[in-house]
């Protein structure tokens, strides 16, 4: 099983800064086969990046993936309010797929 | 546009069964996977189960191997999630979704399914 892991848990930031999210895998992701999701209380998490880097339709251009192999990043080049969310990996190369326990940003 | 509703959930005790339904439209359901995702309350996501195109696939995430089965119905669009023998940990919002090949793009809105005696 990959184990993914988030770095920062917790990230605490003012609108207009930018913010870098990490996620770890234990093991190499095929094909970068790498997502990341945001979630707002009470709602359903929506794709925002896709094979690491790709986004997803619809998804502002602040919102960037990178990394391959076991290092992946998000990059929010400049948080707006809505932003303020929890972030989650998640891999979908290998089964059992498996997310990391999530980012979650917060107003500062 | 894609259009997932989930149903079926509710309050159950512990060591009943429990089976969840998700209508699908907006897209042509035969041509994809389809899964189911849970959250339990104030926790992260967790996959749950994975069925191919035509149900001859199934993939299951260990702590439900035995207890719960996942299947569909083409003609209906319909998924199902048949959950048998539940345990207060199986507690948790439960999310019908789909995509490109197991890459989740849709979710649906979820239903809560507690487990409580």
């Known amino acids: 099983e990959i184990v993914l892991t988030h770095s920062p848990g917790t990230l605490s930031l003012s609108p207009g800064e930018r913010a870098t999210l990490s996620c770890r895998a234990s093991q190499s992701v095929g094909n970068n086969y790498l997502a990341w999701y945001q979630q707002k209380p009470g709602q359903a998490p929506r794709l925002l990046i896709y094979?690491?880097?790709n986004r997803a339709t619809g998804i502002p251009d602040r919102f960037s993936g990178s990394g391959s192999g076991t290092d992946f990043t998000l990059t929010i080049s400049r948080l707006e309010p809505e932003d303020f969310a929890v972030y989650y990996c998640?891999?979908?190369?290998?089964?059992?797929?498996?997310f990391g326990g999530g980012t979650k940003v917060e107003i500062k | 546009e894609v259009q997932l509703v989930e149903s079926g959930g509710g309050l159950v005790q512990p060591g009943v069964s429990l089976r969840l339904s998700c209508a699908a439209s907006g897209f042509t359901f035969s041509n994809h996977y389809m899964a189911w995702v849970r959250q339990a309350p104030g926790k992260g996501l967790e996959w749950v189960a994975n069925?191919?195109?035509?149900?001859?696939?199934?993939f299951y995430v260990d702590s439900v191997k035995g207890r719960f089965t996942i299947s569909r119905d083409n003609a209906k669009n319909s998924l199902f999630l048949q959950m048998d023998s539940l345990r207060v940990e199986d507690t948790a919002v439960y999310y019908c979704?789909?995509?490109?090949?197991?890459?989740?793009?849709?979710w649906g809105q979820g239903s809560l399914v507690t487990a409580s005696s």
């Open positions: 998640q891999q979908y190369a290998t089964s059992p797929l498996t």
């Open positions: 094979d690491a880097s």
């Open positions: 069925i191919n195109q035509d149900g001859s696939a199934k």
């Open positions: 979704a789909t995509g490109r090949g197991w890459l989740i793009q849709h």
